[in-house]
């Protein structure tokens, strides 16, 4: 088995292995579901239109 075929692929045709930025999520509790992400992320979007 070559290198390639032990990493997972993920939908959007990277690796588990590609660096991902997460710190808009950083504020989240741990489990937190869509509704509570999806008002997270509005809540920073309405913030950063007012600065």
Known sequence: M???EDVPVVE???TDDDPVDTD???DLEAGAGC???W????ERRER???D
């Open 35 to 37: 509704t509570e992400i």
């Open 39 to 42: 008002e997270h992320l509005s």
């Open 12 to 14: 959007d045709g990277g």
């Open 24 to 26: 808009h999520l950083d």
């Open 48 to 50: 950063a239109g007012s």
């Open 2 to 4: 070559s290198k390639d």
